[in-house]
T-cell receptor
C-alpha cells in the first residue's frame, strides 16, 4: 500500500515564486527523504530529514517534518524553470531498509 | 558517482512472453530494489533484496519474480507478461543503513502487447 501521499498532485507557478509541496505518511519512520524526477528519468535524491529533526535546509530547499502529524513539507524558494519535475517523498515504514514512495507532486515552473 | 544501469530503456513484448529486466550497480551496495511507476500511483515496490540470493516481497509481487546471484546484479522476471504489466520499471540500490540514499537507474519502459 502507498505509504506517503503528496499534495498537491500538480502545481504550476511562475519563475521566481516559491513552491511548497506536502507529504503525509501513515506509520512511524526513522527518516523521510525527498526525491526529484525529471520527465521519463530515474529519481534523484534531494534531501533527508531524520525523525528527530524538525527542519533542514539545502541550498534553495527547505524541508520540515512534523512527526506528530505524520507530515512533511518541501519548499523550493526562488524557483527556476529547471525546477520543473516531479517530487516524491519516501519513508522507511518497516525499518528494514525498504523505501516507500508517494504518488508525487508534478511541479511546473513557467519562465 | 554511483551508477545504476538498466539493460534497456524501452522494451516491447507480447502477452505470455517471459521478460527479463536487468539492473547493475557499481558501488557494492547491499540493497537493491525494483519498483514500477504508473501515472497517479507513483512508485510501488515490487521486490527488494538485502543480500546475494536474498529477496523480500514488496507491495505488488504478484506476477513477478527476482534473482540476485551476484551482489551487483538484480534481475526482475515477468514469468508470463500481461498487458497490465505495461509500465515504467525502476531499479534502485542503496547501502545498508536506513539513512542512506537510494540511487536509481534511468528506468525501462515496458510495453506488453
Amino acid at each position: 500500500s502507498q505509504q506517503g501521499e503528496e499534495d498537491p498532485q500538480a502545481l504550476s507557478i511562475q519563475e521566481g515564486e516559491n513552491a511548497t509541496m506536502n507529504c503525509s505518511y501513515k506509520t512511524s519512520i526513522n527518516n523521510l527523504q525527498w526525491y526529484r524526477q525529471n520527465s521519463g528519468r530515474g529519481l534523484v535524491h534531494l534531501i533527508l530529514i531524520r525523525s528527530n529533526e524538525r527542519e533542514k535546509h539545502s541550498g534553495r530547499l527547505r524541508v520540515t517534518l512534523d512527526t506528530s502529524k505524520k507530515s512533511s513539507s518541501l519548499l523550493i524558494t526562488a524557483s527556476r524553470a529547471a525546477d520543473t519535475a516531479s517530487y516524491f517523498c519516501a519513508t522507511d515504514p518497516y525499518n528494514n531498509n525498504d523505501m516507500r514512495f508517494g504518488a508525487g507532486t508534478r511541479l511546473t515552473v513557467k519562465p | 558517482d554511483v551508477k545504476v544501469t538498466q539493460s534497456s530503456r524501452y522494451l516491447v513484448k507480447r502477452t505470455g512472453e517471459k521478460v527479463f529486466l536487468e539492473c547493475v550497480q557499481d558501488m557494492d551496495h547491499e540493497n537493491m530494489f525494483w519498483y514500477r511507476q504508473d501515472p497517479g500511483l507513483g512508485l510501488r515496490l515490487i521486490y527488494f533484496s538485502y543480500d546475494v540470493k536474498m529477496k523480500e516481497k514488496g507491495d505488488i509481487p504478484e506476477g513477478y519474480s527476482v534473482s540476485r546471484e551476484k551482489k551487483e546484479r538484480f534481475s526482475l522476471i515477468l514469468e508470463s507478461a500481461s498487458t497490465n504489466q505495461t509500465s515504467m520499471y525502476l531499479c534502485a540500490s542503496k547501502r545498508g543503513s536506513s539513512t542512506d540514499t537510494q540511487y536509481f537507474g534511468p528506468g525501462t519502459r515496458l510495453t506488453v502487447l
